[in-house]
């Protein structure tokens, strides 16, 4: 089941949304820490804003997040959830976002690792 995140998470996975469906690659990596990582499977990790631009540059599509866990202490953080293309579908991977909260109180993400939930071939 999914839970409800307090607003200031809920803006990270709807920003992260918004951003991935226009394809804007430039949009996306300014959610991440400017020393965040992107961990995808078969791909070495990516690390920093101007690397994570260029790794998502051309990516994008429909999205629909959800969270089904989180937890904040202080000035880190989590997220794990699922994410569709589309509202109401069955989830066709999950995620976990870990979290830093900046000097201005904005939540960042520090790194971002999905997969698919598909059994290898």
């Given amino acids: ?9 809920a803006r990270v996975l709807t920003d992260y949304e918004a951003a991935w469906r226009s394809r804007n690659a430039a949009a996306l990596a300014h959610l991440f820490a400017e020393d965040g990582f992107v961990l995808q499977g078969g791909r070495p990790p990516v690390r920093g804003r101007a690397g994570i631009e260029k790794a998502y540059a051309g990516a994008g599509g429909p999205l629909v997040l959800r969270a089904i866990a989180f937890e904040t202490e202080g000035t880190v953080g989590y997220i794990i959830g699922g994410f569709a293309r589309k509202e109401g579908e069955v989830d066709m991977g999950k995620f976990t976002l870990t979290l830093r909260k900046g000097t201005d109180g904005h939540w960042f993400i520090m790194s971002d690792m999905d997969n698919s939930n598909r059994r290898a071939q």
Wanted: overall charge negative; proline content about 33%.
């Fill in 1 to 9: 089941p999914s839970v409800n995140l307090p607003p200031e998470l």
